[in-house]
């Protein structure tokens, strides 16, 4: 056990799939994220024509009622809170790689030249892994939704009515560790190279930043993807708290029946602009 132990430690691949993975998940949102917030903050005149707030929900609220609603409104202290809460659960997430590695080691995650039909594989590859990470989530997030998770965990980030693409990682650290763990699954399935799991935390990580933006941009490589509703999905998710609970696939909610209610119309009032 002890040689099984060190031998893990002593892996190259304990640096490059495992911290280096958590650095570059956590850089990589913050590149995505700030750029998004900053234009949420500043509303510029061009960008209303794809903004899914109206504003409504904590946009429309005081922030003394805010307060006593324990509501978390666009603003200073929504930054603030959420650079800590971007903090502290990286932190938690690179303890938690650096404590479970051991087990980690057992994924098929390569590192190495590039497999020799990498330019069709990895497309192949990071498909599975954004369908696969979607339904894990979808099942992941309803468990939220227990009375008691809502009210000891996943509360947190429902603090947020109205979100800034900063509050992505504004959530309990638990749910953070829990949501990063299922992005791993994919690759260790597949036996992917370190490459292909570095391109996929990258998409899993603009998905995360563009599905709390505030806006619905066609152009984003989420809207490329087949059944995609982009950030339109998990937006309808935190103005109505109960729904939608898949990342940005409507499919797995449609098949599970747990649309939003008043979804298909918010759907086609964006369609229709």
């Not at 707030?53 to 609220?61: E, F, H, K, W, Y």
């Not at 609603?69 to 930054?79: A, D, E, K, S």
């Not at 594989?121 to 099942?139: E, K, N, V």
């Not at 994919?186 to 995360?208: C, D, K, M």
Request: hydrophobic share 50%; proline share 6%.
């Amino acid at each position: 056990m002890f040689e099984f132990v060190t031998a893990a430690y002593a892996d190259p691949r304990f640096v490059w799939v495992g911290i280096a993975t958590v650095l570059l998940s956590a850089g990589s949102f913050l590149a995505f994220a700030l750029p998004l917030t900053g234009l949420a903050a500043r509303d510029p005149a061009w960008a209303r024509r794809w903004k899914i707030q109206n504003p409504r929900g904590a946009g429309a609220l005081s922030q003394e009622e805010a307060e006593r609603r324990g509501i978390l409104v666009q603003g200073p202290r929504m930054l603030r809170e959420s650079l800590w809460s971007w903090a502290r659960n990286n932190l938690c997430m690179l303890a938690v790689t650096a404590a479970a590695w051991p087990l980690m080691s057992l994924s098929g995650v390569t590192l190495g030249p590039l497999p020799e039909s990498w330019w069709w594989l990895f497309p192949l590859q990071l498909l599975f892994c954004i369908y696969l990470d979607d339904f894990l989530y979808y099942w992941m997030h309803r468990a939220m939704h227990s009375r008691w998770l809502l009210a000891n965990v996943h509360g947190r980030h429902h603090r947020v009515l109205a979100p800034w693409a900063i509050t992505g990682h504004y959530m309990h650290p638990v749910e953070y560790v829990l949501t990063g763990s299922l992005a791993f699954v994919g690759p260790s399935l597949l036996g992917a190279h370190v490459a292909l799991l570095w391109i996929w935390i990258l998409f899993r990580q603009w998905e995360a930043a563009e599905g709390h933006c505030g806006y619905a941009f066609p152009g984003s490589p989420t809207h490329w993807l087949p059944f995609s509703h982009g950030a339109l999905h998990h937006d309808a998710h935190h103005a109505r708290v109960r729904g939608n609970y898949a990342g940005f696939l409507p499919l797995w909610d449609r098949r599970f029946g747990t649309t939003v209610r008043d979804y298909d119309k918010m759907l086609q009032d964006w369609k229709a602009r």
